[in-house]
């Protein structure tokens, strides 16, 4: 007991516990820091995965506007070019017509 007042009154003792606590507290705020760094770091890699999850989905709506707009541009090029192969087989079949009723009576004058 007499020990632990020698103890308790040695300001050398004193001091050295009292550095002792120091380091104690720079160490769990150094840890505190580090903690704070690991979570904002997370919260960093977090808000990029969102960031391009997002740019993934914009990437996709625009690529499959651009399709349907191909698509349609080639459904009317289909419809066009359909309407002009149509055009031209009327055409043909009226000239074979004319040429047969020419034909025809040519014959018939004949």
């Known amino acids: 007991m007499q020990q632990q007042a020698e103890q308790a009154q040695d300001p050398m003792l004193a001091m050295q516990q009292k550095e002792l606590q120091l380091k104690e507290m720079e160490i769990q705020a150094k840890n505190q820091k580090t903690m704070a760094d690991i979570e904002m770091d997370r919260a960093k890699l977090e808000l990029e995965r969102m960031r391009i999850e997002s740019q993934e989905k914009i990437a996709g709506a625009e690529l499959g506007a651009k399709a349907a707009m191909e698509k349609d541009k080639l459904d ?35």
């Open 76 to 110: 009317a090029e289909e419809l066009r070019q359909g309407a002009r192969l149509g055009m031209d087989a009327v055409m043909n079949q009226q000239k074979l017509e004319t040429e047969l009723a020419k034909e025809t009576i040519k014959r018939k004058d004949n």
